[in-house]
């Protein structure tokens, strides 16, 4: 479930419930302890670094292969893989271990079928293996996934994990007591009932790890969020801040951008951590380049490392991602100084941590599309005076640098520095290497590959070869440069001819690769430049990357809703809308999708841009969305001019039928699945909305939302 699911539900539930017969006292000052020493931890020993291990939840949620099996095939595998030696102790169930409800005296039942041998046998299984376990509930009166939450009965839930060999508990917060507290803030009734399990651990007498979901629900702003990072460390160790985490780089960049809330990375430390979710290292969804970079920034980051995949089946690559001792290192710094964003630019940014050693990380952090060479130096990464020692820690590169810290980065990519505050005999140069972009469809236009040395020493003999796409034409391959003198820079310039890109959104890379000799070592660096070109599609039915509309006979092929769902052909012709017909609403006539039931027939909006023409007050739609959100749609006009209006279309099943004021314009009563006509006596429509234009000028194009929830099927002027 998302946190926004999350967030409505609990508003949903704060009103509903009463448990009037509960008393729980306020948390006296006198009891508060301090920073590092949390109540369930008084001796304030546990978790002086980071986290490490696993926790099933972002790779298996509740699937069917969440089972006994897989904590033992897992705990195996950490073994196996060398991984418990690295760090990675804890084996955390997640949510679903239990039963619905508890049983006739008040006792959390285990799931039996799930977990047939029970959590004592399981907890003997990987304490066996000389790892830790952990377990999950929820604070409220259910987990997220409504099952028995804890509210109520911290001690007995206490007691039951001791007896089970618990060392690890993460206390969710969904159905949240707060009708239990009137008059009290969100922080208030978050800072009660976790100190009662805090309190209810302490008493177990066995030392448990406590992670608190709290501030996930309150995330990222407001007076409950600071509230609670006031008295989180005095309850817990660890503790979730901000979204569930899912297996896309959207979502890396979300967490990381809450991560870097301004002042909550100061909140990370010894004995109480940030954390910002799992690891989706393994899950399918991303390159091993943005597992990379999610295990490099989490690193930097201070965050737990929790993998949340099936171990067996990590790629050798994934394995040397999770096993780099340099950056586990990182991350398990004694000094526990969370990293933070020191410099920011287009798509970018430069994080630094203090590490005990006097050494700091630096992490170029690429978050955008197109590499980039990213510098900074030692100023600003708080580095004293050059030069310094730097190793790129994925590729164990050692190099010297003057004071600038600078490197060529992939899209998505980070390049992630140990530097220590002396030079290095012996060490190369520190290279970097920037190359300028080509027009495309111009001829042959200049690219220009600048070669930086920020090292202390001059590099000689070099060459530099520039390869694109294989219909780019490239002169000459290679340029060469005799000298390059320590903290200066040349440039070479190609003629590279880029053929005229195809309509829709492409993307191509240019790559440079630099030999040189610095002393007598030879050495080499690589650089990419990405071209990103958006050109417009001749029609709307051109920009078709999606099949919306099956015939009721072959539904596999459509895919509305990502799950594989469509529209059904005939319900639509029943209404009007068979291919081509024309479909008129609000007197604005449109032309219905001609192409065949199972074939691309609608745009899913990705910031498309389609040549149009027509003129009129307003630009009238025919869409429906998976999912509910608006975007912006630019329309641009033969004067050069442009206009944008807001374009949002409800669900196309399962919301206000007015939302965004849009209006039903098509109602069909079914749908298709994968498998065949699914009636679930609800209406699927298409709708109708429109956003103002200006009147007389004439259309030239228009920019659709980069808001993949709305499939757009016609446009026209009016
Ligand atoms: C919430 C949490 C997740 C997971 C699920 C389980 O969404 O944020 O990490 O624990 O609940 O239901």
Known sequence: MSIQRRRDLRAALTTGVAIAALVIPTVPASAVPTQGRATNDPSGQLTRTPPMGFNDWAGFECNSRLNEKLFTDTADQIVKLGLDKLGYNYVNIDDCWMQHDRDALGNLQVDATRFPHGMKWLGDYIHSKGLKFGTYEDAGYKTCQGAAGSYGHFQADADLYASWGIDYLKLDYCYQPTDAFPGKTDSQVAQIVYHQASEALLNTGRPIVFSESAPAYVCCTGKDFTDELKWLPDEGQLWRFGSDIYDAWASVLQNYGEANTPGLPAHGGPGHWNDADMLEIGNGGMTTAEYQSQFNVWAEMASPLLLSTDLSKLTPEQVAVVSNRDVIAVDQDKLGVQGKIVQSGTGYDVLSRPLANGDVAVTLFNKGDTAKTISTNGKTVGLGS?????????????????????????????????????????????????????????????????????????????????????????????????????????????????????????????????????????????????????????????????????????????????????????????????????????????????????????????????????????????????????????????????????????????????????????????????????????????????????????????????????????????
């Open 386 to 718: 050059a030069p310094f020692t730097l190793k790129d820690l994925v590729s164990k590169k050692v190099t010297t640098s003057a004071g600038t810290i600078a490197a060529n980065v992939a899209p998505h990519g980070t390049v992630m520095y140990r530097i220590s505050k002396h030079a290095s005999p012996g060490a190369a140069p520190s290279v970097a290497v920037t190359i300028s972009n080509p027009t495309p469809g111009a001829g042959s236009t200049p690219v220009t590959v600048t070669v930086a040395d920020n090292g202390t020493q001059s590099i000689n003999d070099l060459d530099v070869k520039l390869t694109g796409p294989a219909d780019w034409k490239i002169i000459p391959g290679t340029q060469s440069v005799r000298t390059v003198d320590a903290g200066r820079s040349r440039s070479v310039t190609f003629g590279v001819t880029v053929p005229p890109p195809p309509p829709g959104k492409a993307s191509n890379t240019l790559t440079a690769a630099a030999t040189y000799r610095a002393g007598r070592t030879h050495d080499s660096i690589g650089a990419q430049q990405t071209l990103i070109t958006n050109t417009p599609y001749a029609s709307l039915a051109q920009a078709t990357n999606n099949v919306a509309i099956t015939d009721e006979s072959t539904t596999a092929p459509g895919n509305f809703d990502g799950d594989g769902d469509s529209y059904s052909a005939q319900a639509l012709a029943a209404a009007g809308a068979a291919p081509g017909a024309t479909v008129t609403h609000n007197g604005v006539a449109f032309t219905w999708p001609s192409a065949a039931a199972g074939s691309k027939d609608n745009v899913v909006a990705d910031g498309q841009i389609v040549t149009m023409s027509g003129q009129g007050s307003k630009l009238a739609f025919l869409g429906a969305e998976a999912g509910a959100t608006t975007g912006t749609v630019t329309v641009t006009y033969t004067d050069g001019t442009s206009s944008t209006g807001t374009l949002g279309f409800p669900n196309w099943c399962c919301t206000d039928q007015k939302a965004y004021g849009a209006e039903p314009a098509i109602a069909t009563d079914h749908r298709n699945t994968p498998s065949g006509p699914a009636n679930q006596g609800t209406a699927y429509d298409v709708f109708y909305n429109s956003i103002p234009i200006t009147a007389g000028k004439t259309i030239a194009a228009v920019t659709l939302p980069y808001t993949p929830a709305i499939h757009v099927f016609a446009v026209t002027a009016a």
